[in-house]
C-alpha cells in the first residue's frame, strides 16, 4: 500500500508524524462530508415520508430496502466489503424510518407509531 510505503520511507522523506496528522485531518473532512450527505439523505427520507403518508404507504417498504441493499453493495468500490456496506446501510435505513416514524408522530399527534 502507498500509505505504509511513505511511512517506510528513510529520513529524507516526509515526517510519519506529520503523515500521521494529515491523515487524520483527511479523515476529518471525510467525516464532516458524511454528515452533510447523511444530513440530506434523511431529509429526502422526510419528504419520501411526507409523500408516502399522503398516499397512504406504510413506512417500512421490504422491497425498496431490498433494492437499496442491492444497489450499495454493486457500486460497492472497496475496501470495504459488501456485508459492511450492507451493514451499515440498515443502520442508516434504520434511522431514516426512525426519523419518518418520528415525523409522523409530531404531525398527528399519534403516539401508536412511535418506536419504543
Not at 464532516?32 to 413506512?59: M, N, P
Not at 416514524?101 to 407509531?113: C, F, H, L, S, W
Amino acid at each position: 500500500m502507498a500509505e505504509e510505503r511513505a511511512l517506510k520511507r528513510g529520513p529524507d522523506g516526509p515526517d510519519p508524524r506529520h503523515q500521521v496528522d494529515e491523515l487524520r485531518r483527511r479523515i476529518d473532512e471525510i467525516d464532516e462530508s458524511l454528515v452533510r450527505l447523511l444530513s440530506a439523505r434523511a431529509a429526502c427520507a422526510l419528504e419520501v415520508g411526507r409523500v408516502k403518508k399522503l398516499l397512504g404507504l406504510e413506512i417500512y417498504q421490504p422491497s425498496r430496502e431490498a433494492d437499496v441493499l442491492s444497489h450499495v453493495q454493486r457500486v460497492n468500490p472497496g475496501p470495504l466489503n459488501d456485508a459492511s456496506i450492507k451493514r451499515l446501510f440498515e443502520r442508516i435505513i434504520d434511522e431514516a424510518r426512525r426519523l419518518e416514524r418520528e415525523a409522523e408522530v409530531e404531525n398527528t399527534g399519534d403516539e401508536r407509531t412511535r418506536e419504543g
